[in-house]
């Protein structure tokens, strides 16, 4: 079970904040449509192909934490509602 929680959003976000993974994504995304005719793929798919994740994404945890996390430690969720 996981241990530490990310919203969606803001995974997403640090997820695609170099230009690279964008391209890359892209470059997949092109590739999967002319091979298969169609995209299937979740954002924890995306988490899943990460070889890690910084432990400051998760809620409660600090910026300045530079701990990094496997996969499969963390748990996307819906942003809360306040």
Same mark, same amino acid.
């Given at each position: 079970?996981?241990?530490?929680?990310i919203i969606?959003?803001?995974? %997403?976000?640090?997820?695609f904040s170099e230009?690279y $993974? %964008?391209?890359?994504f #892209?470059s @997949?995304?092109i *590739?999967e449509l002319l091979?298969? #005719?169609? !995209? @299937? %793929?979740t !954002?924890? /798919?995306?988490? *899943?192909n990460? =070889?890690? !994740?910084p432990?400051y994404l998760c809620e #409660?945890?600090? %910026?300045?934490? $530079? $701990? /990094?996390?496997? &996969? $499969? /430690? =963390?748990e996307l !969720? =819906?942003e &809360?509602l @306040?």
């Amino acid at each position: 079970m996981a241990q530490y929680k990310i919203i969606r959003k803001r995974f %997403i976000s640090w997820y695609f904040s170099e230009s690279y $993974e %964008i391209t890359s994504f #892209g470059s @997949n995304c092109i *590739d999967e449509l002319l091979q298969y #005719g169609k !995209i @299937n %793929i979740t !954002i924890q /798919d995306l988490v *899943d192909n990460c =070889v890690s !994740i910084p432990k400051y994404l998760c809620e #409660g945890q600090s %910026i300045h934490d $530079e $701990e /990094d996390l496997y &996969p $499969e /430690d =963390v748990e996307l !969720i =819906v942003e &809360p509602l @306040n």
